[in-house]
């Protein structure tokens, strides 16, 4: 069974920096393409970024660019988004999702909440 | 606001049949598939349809998806109270060289 768990998410201050973290297990996690959704409070859901299978490429929104960098460890089997420079507008729950073909998102972990708040 | 527009809501009575409309552009729906999603309450998005008008294992056939040029649409057919949810449609952009999301359309079941 294709498992994704989320952890890393809380409460910081604007400026500051989180690291979020993707557990996945049941797939062979090197195999696939890897992305990172986030859902602002009451609102649609908004791309992040994606990652290549080795990590050697990655593409980001622009909302986040510069700011984000996505990475991914496949001994671990482990996906990551590390944000710096948090905005309040980044308060959101983040998912992370399995990638197929050009961009359909076939598993979704339940996601952890990042609140940037003073 | 979303490059790929959807009507914000959309209801309809058990057995009736919806559809959810999904509008983009030649960057992103005129060129590639379109994929959508369902959000129960409280839930994790799940797949829906991939490549316009397929459905994964364990999506009813009552769920059906088709595009044309650069719009796309849902319908449910023999709607089931347990259908009210977020439904998104989503597109790779090659301008912006990343992923969309439309706005969101909230289906309630009456």
């Known amino acids: 069974e294709v498992q994704l768990v989320e952890s890393g998410g809380g409460l910081v201050q604007p400026g500051g920096s989180l690291r979020l973290s993707c557990a996945a297990s049941g797939f062979t996690f090197s195999d696939y393409w890897m992305t990172w959704v986030r859902q602002p409070p009451g609102r649609g859901l908004q791309w992040v970024a994606n990652?290549?299978?080795?990590?050697?490429?990655?593409y980001y929104a622009d909302s986040v660019k510069g700011r984000s960098t996505i990475s991914r460890d496949n001994a671990k089997k482990s996906l990551y988004l590390q944000m710096d420079s948090l905005r309040v507008e980044d308060t959101a729950v983040y998912y992370c999702?399995?990638?197929?073909?050009?961009?359909?998102?076939?598993?979704w972990g339940q996601g952890t909440l990042v609140t940037v708040s003073s | 606001q979303s490059v790929l527009t959807q009507p914000p809501s959309a209801s309809g009575t058990p057995g009736q049949r919806v559809t959810i409309s999904c509008f983009g552009s030649s960057s992103n729906i005129g060129t590639n598939s379109v994929n959508w999603y369902q959000q129960l309450p409280g839930m994790a998005p799940k797949l829906l349809l991939y490549?316009?008008?397929q459905r994964p294992s364990g999506v009813p056939d009552r769920f059906s998806g088709s595009k044309s040029g650069t719009s796309a649409s849902l319908a449910i057919s023999g709607l089931q109270l347990e259908d009210e949810a977020d439904y998104y449609c989503a597109a790779w952009d090659d301008s912006l060289n990343g992923g969309l999301f439309g706005g969101g359309t909230r289906l309630t079941v009456l």
């Open positions: 490549i316009n008008d």
């Open positions: 999702a399995r990638r197929r073909g050009k961009q359909w998102l076939d598993y």
């Open positions: 990652i290549k299978q080795d990590g050697s490429a990655n």
